[in-house]
């Protein structure tokens, strides 16, 4: 028997975190929590976030993206956790994970990703479709990693970073917190400013 899940958002990304959790068929979602009353999704809007705290289903993926604000999704995150949410990881059946990695709590993976041999990726991430991610990289809590990103081996990347589609890391690069990578650019240095 599948395990009830609610999802937090109803626009674009909800729609492709709707099929990646279709595609793995372990959850049924159960309905959509956003202020809006019309989505473009199959699933009911049961309320905003006020509702929370009289749902009985403990299961959630925060299905908002981070493009306009990095640090959205770490307080969505926190303020669910402190309202006993569960957050399971999502990883569609589409993609490759190495069994030698690990993935936290509430990270979903898109499909047609690759993920390497001893590869670290945090809690309440979005590696998004398309995105290989080689050996040995290390990926902190609450980053979006965009479609077609490429980060080659060894390197490491802060918590609430964005980086932008088509973006490629070579390899053993170190990208601070809070960092972000705008689409298509290519990084053969450490990053440490906000924005590059």
Avoid: W
């Amino acid at each position: 028997m599948k395990k009830k899940i609610l999802l937090l958002g109803s626009g674009g990304h909800a729609i492709s975190c709707a099929d990646v959790i279709e595609s793995e068929n372990k959850y049924l979602i159960i309905g959509l929590i956003d202020k809006l009353k019309y989505s473009k999704l199959k699933y009911p809007i049961i309320g905003d976030d006020k509702v929370l705290k009289k749902i009985k289903y403990k299961n959630i993926l925060i299905a908002i993206g981070s493009i306009k604000n990095l640090l959205k999704r770490e307080k969505i995150y926190q303020s669910l956790k402190k309202m006993n949410f569960d957050f399971p990881k999502i990883v569609s059946p589409h993609s490759y994970i190495s069994k030698n990695s690990k993935i936290g709590e509430g990270t979903i993976i898109m499909h047609n990703v690759v993920i390497n041999s001893n590869v670290s990726i945090g809690k309440n991430c979005i590696i998004n479709t398309g995105a290989v991610i080689e050996h040995g990289v290390s990926i902190g809590n609450n980053c979006h990693v965009s479609t077609g990103v490429i980060i080659n081996g060894d390197s490491s990347i802060g918590n609430n970073t964005f980086i932008g589609s088509g973006a490629v890391i070579i390899q053993n690069i170190k990208i601070e917190k809070n960092c972000f990578i705008k689409a298509k650019k290519l990084i053969l240095k450490n990053v440490t400013s906000k924005k590059t």
